[in-house]
């Protein structure tokens, strides 16, 4: 069982930068892989990035990529998502994921545990 819990988001304009942050408990947090996932509104939440557990192994949207940066600290329990160059197709509310498959899977296989989100909205 783990809990994650978001921040970080807020607003910002076009061409800025954020950094989310989500903070997991438990002691198995190095046993998932990590992800962030994003749903704007009227469309379906649709995968973003993942960290492999051992944060050895990156995976990105085609939309972020080049953009985004996933990252995970395992001594604070905690996986980052750096966003620059961020515009208004961006503006969704983000969650934080963990999964117990391969980093590799989770834009595919849907993982177990989820946050509450942490809007980020853009403007033009």
């Known amino acids: 069982q783990v809990t994650l819990v978001e921040s970080g988001g807020g607003l910002v304009q076009a061409g800025g930068s954020l950094k989310l942050s989500c903070a997991a408990s438990?002691?198995?947090?190095?046993?998932?892989?990590m992800g962030w996932f994003r749903q704007a509104p009227g469309k379906e939440r649709e995968f973003v990035a993942a960290v492999s557990a051992s944060n050895s192994t990156t995976y990105y949207a085609d939309s972020v990529k080049g953009r985004f940066t996933i990252s995970r600290a395992n001594a604070k329990n905690t996986v980052y998502l750096q966003m620059n160059s961020l515009n208004p197709e961006d503006t969704a509310l983000y969650y934080c994921?963990?999964?117990?498959?391969?980093?590799?899977?989770?834009?595919?296989?849907?993982?177990?545990?989820w946050g509450q989100g942490t809007q980020v909205t853009v403007s033009s």
């Open positions: 994921a963990a999964s117990t498959y391969r980093a590799q899977t989770m834009s595919t296989s849907p993982p177990r545990y």
């Open positions: 438990g002691r198995t947090f190095i046993t998932y892989a």
